[in-house]
């Protein structure tokens, strides 16, 4: 997969330092420290598309510069050797200025106590400054360079779009609505969420979240497809599952950039992130309820999805085995990877051949996988959990997927046969240990594709999150190390 260029993540940083952090900070100090940040990040861009050249007819005249001084003196420097002929980067022109200053330096020391007319001296000796300053004023007049950016149309939501929404689900369609607070909540990559603070007509106070498609996908297949998700969340509280419970789903709302839904906002906060495990202390309560909650999930009977599964995904797994299941999976996943452009990827191409080699031999009935199941995407209030979020990655398939996902970070914190034998005596499924591998390596298809699809958007300037930087920074080793490791037997 093509690597992001560095004046691609210097350009992120300089968005996100500038939209998102400058106006965080309050102290003078910050905000001081902030603007000599942006300052040399956007230096250092600049240094990405022009400094080569500035450099390079910079070196070029301080060596014609150094051979002159040496026939004033008579003599002979080390710098008039300098080549630039295989000087065609910033890390081999920086050491040449820097010997070819210094060579300078020692010539105009001797040009000053020389015997040579004064006149002389003087007007060589400003040349040589002269040249010193060129770097800097020439660097210092160089363009921000303008990088590649594709256009969406619409406007993102604002807190005014999305009080115009909300005043147009009234029945009398009046203006009694009014938002009081919208902000962007940090998470996942792959939707927008916000939180929303309004007064209702009557002067109540309400806490709304809203979930929203970006405006470039870097998922359109399954439950990553927004409307999808919307649509098992619904089927998910008809059973009373403690997860989100959409209100209105508003698919093409004035000039928006994407469609949304909102849902009641719920006590609590994630325990923890994906990459950096639990932060603080969590009681093992928490833990064990993660257990009750996945045997409860893997207890619904397929007939509760039958609606959402003729509209949205394969109506063939209603009558299939588990094994039969996942083989309808990966041709869908192949025809989408198909369809959409990705970054070439050999990863990928051994990932799904693996996979459909790989599927284990399984009669069971499939049931509703979370996918991401993990202490990352739960909200917990005074050591109780009050909802499981993120349910892009749901599908159907076998138990042992997501059991093999959460093993990993269960197992630091409680012991991994007791957190099963807690599953199991809530609803959970009997486990087939030879089927775990295969488990974790399908948890790692979804994320790798779409990482690959974000990195796509980021590199041809789609997208300009920096979020989608730590893509490349941390999921996709992450993922592709979990695959590759699980598949080794």
Sequence with gaps: MKLNPNDRKLALVLKAMEDVVVPELTSSGAQSAAGMIIATLTDILKQEHGSV?????????????????????????????????????????????????????????????????????SATLRRAAEWELSYYTCQAALPVPELARVETAGSPLSKELLQDYLNSLQQDSGDGIEVTGFRPLPGGFGKQTYLCEYRDPDGVDHDLVVRKTD??????????DLENECELLTALAKVDYPSPKPLHFAASFKDVDG?????????????????DGVSGEVDERVFLELAELLGRLHSLPMETFADYIHKYDD???????????????????????????????????W????LKRNIPKDTRKPILIHGDFNIHNVLVDADRVTAVLDWECAGFGAPEQDLAYIQPHISKHIDWDRFVQHYRDHGGK????????????????????????GTHNLQVGANEDVRYAMVELGFTAS???????????
């Design 53 to 121: 050249a500035i450099l390079q007819e910079c070196i070029g005249a301080g060596v014609t510069l150094a051979n002159e001084i040496s026939a004033q003196l008579g003599s002979s420097s080390a710098v008039s050797e300098l080549s630039l002929a295989e000087a065609d980067s910033l890390a081999k022109l920086l050491p040449l200025h820097e010997t070819l200053t210094a060579g300078l330096a020692q010539l105009c020391e001797q040009l000053s106590a020389s015997t040579l007319p004064a006149e002389s001296i």
């Design 259 to 275: 469609s949304f839904y909102t849902m009641d906002k719920i006590a609590g906060s994630p325990p923890g992130g994906f990459l």
């Design 215 to 224: 405006p470039t996908p870097i998922m359109m297949h399954g439950a990553c």
């Design 351 to 354: 990932l799904l051949d693996w």
């Design 315 to 349: 109506p063939r797994i209603l009558e299939a085995t588990t094994e039969e299941c996942y083989r309808y999976n990966l041709e869908g996943w192949e025809r989408y990877m198909q369809q959409q452009e990705h970054l070439p990827s050999p990863y990928m191409f």
């Design 479 to 489: 993922f592709m190390g979990m695959a590759l490791q699980s598949a080794k037997g």
């Design 430 to 453: 009997d486990i087939d240990p030879a089927a775990m591998p295969f488990g974790l390596v399908y948890s790692a298809l979804r994320t790798n594709l779409a990482g690959n699809r």
